[in-house]
């Protein structure tokens, strides 16, 4: 019988490493290992079981890696990453119509709208073009503009809140389970509650 000295059978392929572990022996049943690959080893295989066998004290026990549990903090920095993930979702839903450009004009439309709001003789250029290349009436377009960004307001305020609440829920979880718990769920609020 070969001495093949101590070696490693790992349970969870039923494999064993030879040769001061740089030569793993295939069970002959894994169906992982190509068949032509298992022709080569069967015999070795019977061989190292046959010393495993009557050599059980040269024979460590490689059990499969316990499955990894991620601590507290990793699970609370996975949770926030999805609470901030579906607001980011939640939010541009809103604006999911406007073209990218355009949103870039939100805040100088509003701007300019609430300028000439209190005081109609403010310069606004940029709400002149518009109702301009509209063909609306200025009056009406600063309505539609300050309407719309009021509406926007409220509806990332709610959003807002809520994302607030979820991860103020998640700086109290004390263990996973209470990390789990917590689903961020974004929704708007029924007209009624908001005015």
């Not at 002959?28 to 009557?54: C, M, S």
């Not at 301009?132 to 309407?147: N, P, Q, T, Y």
């Amino acid at each position: 019988m070969t001495n093949f000295g101590n070696i490693i059978y790992r349970t969870e392929t039923k494999a064993y490493v030879i040769e001061n572990g740089t030569y793993t022996v295939p069970h002959p049943e894994d169906e992982t290992v190509p068949a032509g690959i298992h022709a080569e080893f069967d015999a070795l295989y019977a061989e190292v079981e046959a010393y495993a066998k009557a050599y059980p004290d040269r024979v460590t026990e490689e059990l499969p890696p316990a499955p990894y549990e991620p601590t507290l903090d990793e699970l609370k920095a996975a949770k926030l990453a999805e609470i901030n993930a579906a607001y980011d979702c939640a939010v541009s839903a809103l604006v999911a119509d406007y073209p990218s450009n355009e949103l870039l004009t939100f805040d100088k439309q509003e701007a300019e709208a609430r300028a000439w709001t209190a005081d109609q003789s403010a310069d606004t250029p940029l709400v002149d073009a518009l109702a301009l290349g509209r063909g609306m009436d200025k009056a009406e377009l600063v309505s539609r503009i300050l309407a719309k960004a009021d509406a926007f307001a409220v509806a990332t305020g709610y959003l807002t809140g809520l994302r607030q609440k979820y991860e103020d829920r998640l700086g109290l979880a004390q263990s996973a389970e209470d990390v789990a718990a917590i689903v961020p769920e974004y929704h708007l609020p029924d007209e009624e509650a908001v005015a």
